[in-house]
């Protein structure tokens, strides 16, 4: 017995140091956290900052952030959590019924919780109409897409909690009549997606993904260019599937909430379709030279290289803060000196963004635009 607890106190000894080894010689290979997460890097000694505490707290969020077997617990959390409560512990990701996920904001804009005000779309929606005024003069089209919301599409999913805080005015059905008003050019995919949303051939959204489908930005894409046809009176690039191909091995977005969830086992989901399309044109077809702000509901369009194919000149400046190009979403931030010359270098400007983000549609570019092209100087 008195050798038992020996052994016993021994292996507790072992334990605790473990995490230390696992630090300095990766006996297990632990898989990176998926998500925005900040390194800590080591403090730089100084005789200030240790009288002070500022090293020491430094420190211990240093040692905190690179103990071994860090992410395997976290992972283990994490899978507890879910498993044995239907919780997670990842900020602004709600579980809804049946493991369906939602990015919080979404459901907030389902409920009303973010209604900005019938003043603030009223006055919105006259800010907007004059800059599409002001820029028509000079040869650019403005055209705002909204793109539908999970949890309006599917609000059956959201967790009865949600329910009770339900209000009857959100932005999504109040933004489009003030549109409609001032002859605003837009387009609504919210109540376009869940007219399909029995009839669609393979799923618009993804179980455990906040973005639309592969399959549903390419239906959007082509109303996005049938309406730009429209406004230019000229035929553009015909976006044509090939093929689909219909797997469980699921790409890019479509796992996106999942992977934010730290889990050790994936959560059950569906088949997603992912499009190969080709694209036809002649001679005469019209290639706009387009930018676009908007958020990342965008990236299913222009990462695959699918606008680059329809544009002339496909620029995404993303939340009016970063500039990426080429489909790489990986760029500097956005250089807003020359803001006038940018705009007038174009054909189109393109207002994209989901409807938990009408409360911030165009992300401060329509008070710039007006600044530059609606109040006398």
């Not at 498993?83 to 997670?88: M, R």
């Not at 019938?118 to 793109?147: C, E, H, M, R, T």
Request: glycine letters at 6%; aromatic letters at 16%.
């Amino acid at each position: 017995m008195k050798r038992f607890k020996h052994l016993l106190f021994l292996f507790n000894i072992l334990i605790l140091f473990l995490p230390i080894v696992q630090k300095s010689c990766s006996l297990i290979k632990e898989n990176p956290l998926n998500g925005a997460i900040v390194p800590s890097v080591k403090p730089v000694y100084s005789r200030q900052a240790f009288f002070n505490g500022g090293y020491q707290d430094l420190l211990n969020k240093y040692l905190d952030m690179n103990i071994g077997f860090r992410n395997y617990f976290i992972r283990l959390n994490n899978q507890v959590s879910y498993s044995l409560f239907n919780i997670t512990l990842t900020p602004n990701i709600v579980v809804g019924k049946n493991q369906y996920l939602y990015g919080q904001g979404y459901i907030f804009e389902y409920i009303g919780k973010t209604f900005k005000g019938k003043a603030f779309w009223n006055k919105q929606s006259k800010i907007i109409k004059s800059v599409q005024n002001a820029l028509k003069i000079k040869g650019v089209d403005l055209l705002i897409v909204v793109a539908p919301g999970k949890a309006t599409f599917y609000p059956e999913y959201i967790p009865d909690r949600y329910s009770l805080q339900k209000k009857h005015t959100t932005n999504t059905n109040f933004f489009s009549r003030y549109f409609a008003q001032n002859g605003i050019n837009y387009i609504d995919f919210d109540p376009y997606f869940l007219l399909m949303k029995d009839t669609a051939r393979y799923p618009l959204f993804p179980k455990c993904g906040v973005h639309w489908s592969h399959y549903g930005a390419l239906i959007a894409m082509d109303s996005i260019i049938r309406y730009i046809e429209k406004l230019k009176t000229r035929k553009m690039v015909v976006v044509r599937v090939d093929s689909f191909a219909v797997t469980g091995e699921l790409r890019s977005s479509d796992y996106d909430l999942g992977d934010l969830m730290n889990l050790f086992f994936p959560i059950n989901h569906y088949k997603m379709a992912y499009p190969k399309v080709s694209y036809h044109s002649d001679s005469n077809v019209y290639k706009p030279r387009v930018i676009t702000i908007g958020d990342s509901f965008y990236t299913n369009l222009f990462a695959p290289g699918i606008t680059a194919k329809v544009y002339q000149e496909d620029r995404f400046w993303y939340y009016f803060k970063k500039e990426f190009k080429n489909g790489i979403l990986t760029g500097a931030d956005l250089n807003k000196k020359n803001l006038k010359k940018e705009i007038l270098s174009q054909d189109i400007i393109i207002i994209l963004c989901t409807d938990a983000n009408l409360a911030n549609l165009g992300f401060g570019f329509f008070n710039e635009a007006h600044k530059i092209f609606c109040e006398k100087h």
